[in-house]
């Protein structure tokens, strides 16, 4: 094993002899020590190595034979049989391999170790004791992981100064970055400054010498480096020294540095592909969250009302049957509803919704809306089409629009137990465009959430049915044809939705894109 597995409190213990130095030894150490008989019975065990084997209260039961308590693995093969087969034909067993294991039989807890077992001969060669050094390594090994994983995902190098060799020891990674050959993941400073640009040579250079001196700078530098093909990169760098000697040297200067080149030369571009990843996984969690529940609830609901129906063991009224039918029906249009917001949602992602515009009848339109809802209100809302007189035609997508219409009027029937919802149309003379709106009675929209009500998956009530898609999909809509949707709300006292349409849509016009749907086809 490596020398740091001994540490020593107390130097003056070497000169004692006997058991009992030996036990004294063996509680001085940082690491945990096991002594053993040839046969792997237990006859010492130190403080640490009872903390890590789980070993509770003051002695153990003897006879205890290692093998009953714990198997010392590498490459799920148990290492001990081996291990003291050579011990006995008076090999001494050097440090464990790589990637070692200890298992514990009574809980099949396992951790890596860096460990050696050591055979104690007599002065005819024949083994009399065995001690079991180890360390465990898991926690060590884990922040190793975890650190190379997290690095592997950035342009962060770690490095550090081999003020023995006067080379740069850097991660390899740095060379694959810049298209150099690693050889053995070292470069000397005159080739390294030799990659730095001119202009930015003396500088670091200087801040290097100084560090060299003893001297802390914990400022960041920024500099360019020529890569492989010849072009500039520009990185960012920071190092501090660990210690000092006795003349002020540092005893070990380490740093990372980082590439920040495309963060120079697009910083706009960057933050807005950062927050677009940033909405994108948000997105996606939330969408992954609210699916699986909101699919399952209402097939979950047609599939046993429907075993209902056709069991031939429960006799049922016909009211009965009829209250299954219904529930059957207002879960396949729940179903119905939530996987044609999910499709609109997919058109808008992938920038393939279409829209076909021609002029078309408000007075038509809404009418057709009011035939089609007014059959579909839960009871005791009574549901209003409130149009002036004169008709107005519109230049739009009619389907679309009806779409935005329906969405509203269904997330008002939701929140509407008992009162009216009202929809229409105001068209002020001479104004260029027309005012369409629909209007609840229901229990409103607390003020803290209205900033966020047309957001994605946002749900002011998550008891509602619903994943929050639909007035995301409304405004998105809405704003592709030309027009603006808003909303105001009071808690107890309704809820109006407003949607601004240009009357028409002359061709001369710029077409104006929404965020997040830029390239859907007209």
């Known amino acids: 094993m490596k020398s740091r597995l001994f540490h020593h409190k107390d130097p003056r213990t070497a000169s004692r002899t006997g058991a009992q130095s030996d036990t004294d030894t063996l509680s001085m150490l940082s690491v945990g020590a096991v002594t053993l008989t040839p046969e792997g019975e237990i006859t010492e065990i130190n403080a640490r190595a009872r903390d890590e084997l789980r070993i509770r209260g003051g002695d153990f039961s003897h006879p205890l034979n290692i093998s009953d308590i714990l198997s ?46 050591v055979g104690r001969y007599d002065r005819r060669r024949q083994l009399r004791r065995i001690v079991f050094l180890f360390r465990n390594t898991e926690e060590e090994i884990t922040r190793k992981f975890i650190l190379g994983m997290a690095l592997s995902q950035t342009k962060i190098f770690p490095w550090f100064f081999d003020l023995g060799h006067n080379r740069m020891v850097i991660d390899e990674r740095w060379f694959a970055h810049l298209g150099l050959p690693a050889g053995d993941g070292t470069i000397g400073t005159e080739d390294f400054f030799r990659l730095v640009h001119p202009e930015d040579r003396g500088r670091l250079a200087d801040a290097f010498a100084k560090q060299l001196a003893g001297e802390m700078n914990p400022d960041t530098f920024t500099y360019r480096l020529r890569r492989g093909d010849g072009t500039w990169e520009w990185f960012e760098e920071q190092s501090v020294y660990l210690g000092q000697t006795g003349d002020g040297s540092p005893c070990r200067i380490v740093g990372i540095c980082q590439s920040i080149h495309d963060h120079k030369i697009s910083e706009d571009g960057l933050r807005a592909a950062r927050d677009k990843a940033r909405e994108s996984d948000r997105l996606k969690s939330a969408f992954l969250a609210n699916m699986s529940h909101e699919i399952r609830t209402p097939l979950n609901a047609i599939i046993g009302f429907a075993n209902l129906l056709t069991s031939e063991d429960i006799p049922f009224s016909e009211a009965e049957k009829q209250e299954y039918s219904r529930l059957i029906t207002s879960n396949g249009d729940q179903l119905l509803r939530l996987i044609s917001d999910i499709l609109d949602l997919s058109k808008i992602e992938s920038n393939t919704m279409e829209f076909h515009f021609g002029e078309h009848s408000l007075h038509a339109l809404l009418t057709d809306i009011y035939q089609a809802q007014r059959l579909c209100m839960p009871a005791g809302v009574r549901l209003r089409l409130d149009m002036p007189q004169a008709d107005t035609p519109i230049v739009t997508d009619a389907s679309r629009l009806k779409q935005v219409v329906n969405n509203l009027i269904n997330n008002a029937a939701k929140f509407t137990d008992d009162g009216s919802i009202t929809f229409g149309f105001r068209s002020p003379q001479g104004c260029e465009q027309v005012e369409l709106f629909v209007h609840d ?13 047309f957001e994605r998956f946002y749900k002011a009530d998550s008891f509602v049915k619903g994943v929050g898609l639909g007035l995301s999909i409304c405004r998105t809509i809405t704003e592709y044809l030309g027009g603006a949707i808003s909303v105001e709300s009071e808690s107890g006292k309704g809820t109006r939705f407003t949607i601004q349409h240009p009357l028409s849509r002359p061709e001369a016009a710029p077409r104006r894109e929404p965020a997040g749907t830029a390239g859907m086809r007209q």
């Not at 009675?441 to 009500?453: C, N």
């Open 441 to 453: 009675t229901g229990k409103g929209i607390a003020q803290e959430h209205l900033d966020r009500i």
């Open 72 to 117: 010392v693995c590498h490459d799920r093969q148990d290492l001990l049989p081996g291990i003291f087969a050579r011990l006995r034909e008076r090999h001494r067993y050097g440090d464990l391999p790589p990637w070692s294991y200890i298992r514990l039989r009574n809980s099949n807890l396992k951790f890596y170790i860096e460990g050696r077992f």
